[in-house]
Structures are given as C-alpha cells and as structure tokens.
C-alpha cells in the first residue's frame, strides 16, 4: 500500500475539479493549473481541449481530431481520415487505400489494371485498352468513337474505316478511298479518284475521269476534260471546247480563243455603265493589242485605253488623253 500512495495522489488530483487545487508547478514533473496539468511531461499534458498521453493517445483542433501511436492513426469529427502507410482520408468523401484505390469527389484511381476516371464523365481511363475524353472513346490502337451534340456520330478503325451517322444520314469510308453515303432521299457512292456516283432528291451526277454528268432543278453540267464542258444554270450559260471558251449570264459575257483572242463584256455594279475589253495574241497585258473601253448605257464612251506593243491612247473619265511609251506619258491632252 505505501508503494501504491503517490500513484493514488497523482490520480487524486488529476480527477479533482480545478477549483479543489492550488498551483503546482513542478515541471516537467508536475504541472497543475486552472489551465493545464501536466504529469511527468511528455507522458501526460492537458490544455484546454488538448491533451495528450505520449505517444499514444492525442487530442487536437479543439477536441475534434484523434490520434493514436501518432502519427499512424488520425479520428477526424468521428471519420477515420488517417492509418499510416495504407489509408488517408483528408476530406469526406476522399479515400486512398495504398497501393489498392484512390476516391474523391472528383476522381477515382487504381493500379492494377491502370484505371483513372473523372467522375463527372470528362476522362476515363482504363490502360492499355480503354480512353474516354469528352465525347471521344478510345480502343487503342485503332478503334474510336466521336459523339458530339448536333453533329455526326463518328465511330471507325483508324485508318481503315469509318462511320458516320445521324437519324438522317449516314456513311461509310473505306481506306478514305471508297465511300457510300446514303440518307433521305439520298445515295451516293464513290471511289476516289476514278468514279463517283450520286443521286439526291433533285440532283444526278456521275464522274468517270475523264467524263462528268450532273443535272438539278437548277443547272446542268456536262463534261470530258480537258477537252470539252457545258454549263447552264438560272444566271449563266457557257461551253468550253478547248481551246475555246464561252460564258453569258444577264450581267455581260466572255469568248476566248486562248492565246489567239479574248473579247468581255460586262455591267459595273452599282451603275448602269458598261466595261467592254478586246485582247489580241496574248494575255490582258502580256498581248500585242489590247482594247479596253467604259460606256454609259446610252453608247457615249466614258474612258478608253488601247495599247499596241508599246505604245498606249488613254482616255480618262474627265475627257483627258494621253499618248505613252511604256507607260510613260509623253503628251497630255486637256478638254
């Protein structure tokens, strides 16, 4: 029993109220005060709402974090937020559990296999044989699929084939050489370059190189290039049967006999005027003879230039002339 007194006097006081007991401050042997006891310091040390029993038992953050055999476990607000070197768990609702899994709010993640994924769907992962990003899937190394609001869903073996698809049309790439296409009221098929075929609800056409047909409601093409084409629709009209050319619409029209001729005529927008040009043995200004005239829509002529080789008239808006070498004036003339 005498043995046992001081043990039964430590806890006598330790158990007491406050107000029972006098100061003593006998550190770091014993150390009492309204505001703190410590015994034996670090063995035993409260303040306030912490306390401690060295090493195994804490108490922090206002009483509401644990620790036991600090600093392998940690009691956070009644959540076991740590256990060293397996488990942690910062915030609620975020877990990792070395080496088997990671949780967030945000993601989640293991290794074996490698998988990461965002929990709102932006990126998964599952290594080697699964990506996600958005509305893009990923089979390594070639299969994918791309879904995008309002656009075509395009799913395919990179680069061997393709797919694209909405309610209303869908289609089918083969090596980017051999497409079909087809929908409401629509098919087309092709193989670049040699062939395409394709018939809508108002349109036909077909290619053959060096061959084209294609006809609507509102224009008409035909052609065997480089040699000959025919063009009409609801403006133009025009045909080229090489090397000649010619091409009408209700604003003016074009003839050229390549290399030999070229005659134009054509309205200026925003007025009534009329620009005319004539070119002989030659191109616009590479050419031995080149006419170019404005008129009203009346016939009076309101500018002109001529050149021969290289020697130049010109007459501008304001009814002056002038004669040039080169395009070099050497005389002037005032109206």
């Known amino acids: 029993m005498p043995r046992a007194l001081p043990v039964v006097l430590l806890l006598t006081w330790l158990v007491l109220p406050a107000t029972s007991r006098s100061d003593i401050d006998l550190w770091p042997l014993l150390k009492i005060s309204p505001e703190s006891t410590t015994v034996l310091y670090p063995l035993y040390h409260r303040e306030g709402k912490f306390l401690m029993l060295f090493p195994f038992f804490y108490r922090t953050n206002e009483g509401q974090d644990q620790h036991l055999l600090w600093p392998f476990v940690k009691v956070s607000k009644g959540r076991l937020s740590r256990v060293l070197p397996v488990w942690f768990s910062r915030e609620p609702g975020e877990y990792t559990l070395l080496p088997i899994f990671r949780w967030t709010p945000r993601e989640i993640f293991w ?12 990126f998964r992962l599952i290594a080697p ?3 996600k990003r958005g509305d893009t899937e990923v089979v ?8 995008e609001e309002g656009r075509p ?9 393709e797919y694209k698809g909405l309610a209303e049309r869908k ?10 296409d087809w929908g409401q009221e ?3 098929f092709r193989l670049w370059p040699l062939f395409s075929w394709r018939r809508d609800k108002d349109l036909r056409s077909v290619w053959l190189i060096p061959f084209q047909y294609e006809r609507s409601d509102k224009h008409f093409d ?3 290039y480089p040699v000959f084409a025919r063009r009409q629709d609801e403006e133009t009209s025009g045909f080229w049967l090489a090397p000649f050319l010619y091409a009408s619409s209700s604003k003016g029209f074009k003839m050229t006999f390549v290399g030999l001729f070229d005659m134009r005529r054509r309205s200026i927008a925003g007025t009534e005027d009329i620009h005319t040009s004539f070119t002989v043995l030659g191109f616009r200004n590479l050419s031995v003879f080149r006419r170019q005239a404005v008129t009203s829509a009346d016939g009076k002529l309101l500018e002109r230039k001529r050149r021969f080789l290289i020697f130049s008239d010109e007459l501008d808006a304001s009814g002056k002339r002038s004669l040039k070498i080169l395009g070099k004036s050497l005389v002037s003339r005032k109206p």
Not at 140 to 147: D, I, K, M, N, T
Not at 153 to 161: D, E, F, N, S
Request: hydrophobic residues 50%; charged residues 20%.
């Open 171 to 180: 289609s089918v790439d083969f090596l980017r050489f051999l497409r079909a």
């Open 153 to 161: 869903t395009r799913m395919g073996a990179w680069p061997i084939l």
């Open 222 to 224: 035909l052609a065997l």
């Open 129 to 131: 044989l699964y990506a």
């Open 111 to 122: 290794p074996l296999p490698p998988v990461y994924l965002q929990r709102d769907g932006g």
């Open 140 to 147: 390594p190394p070639f299969f994918y699929r791309v879904r």
């Open 186 to 188: 629509r098919f087309a």
